[in-house]
């Protein structure tokens, strides 16, 4: 059995609690020295829903090959699972 932590699905984020969560992943990848992935999510309050989704589903994609980035896939994956409660 693994020692990671399991990651609860929420699927009911409102429109703050994705932009809280895109933050975090700002956060994140600053601080793992991705300053370009998190320049992504600067400024993304207020943005319409389909640019976060594009930003959202690109930046999963560039990090598929990065396993030592999998948290930051993970809170990505659940921000991409609740993105159909924009507003």
């Not at 700002?26 to 601080?31: C, D, G, H, S």
């Not at 207020?46 to 640019?51: E, I, K, L, S």
């Not at 690109?58 to 507003?87: F, S, Y």
Request: proline share 3%; no cysteine; hydrophobic share 50%.
């Amino acid at each position: 059995m693994s020692n990671e932590p399991t990651m609860k699905l929420v699927t009911n984020l409102d429109r703050a609690a994705i932009e809280a969560k895109l933050r975090e992943a700002a956060a994140a990848a600053q601080a793992a020295g991705l300053a370009d992935l998190a320049k992504t999510f600067m400024g993304i309050e207020g943005m319409p829903a389909a640019q976060i989704e594009q930003r959202v589903n690109n930046a999963i994609k560039w990090l598929a090959d990065k396993p030592q980035h999998m948290k930051l896939v993970a809170t990505l994956d659940l921000v991409g699972m609740n993105l159909k409660n924009l507003k």
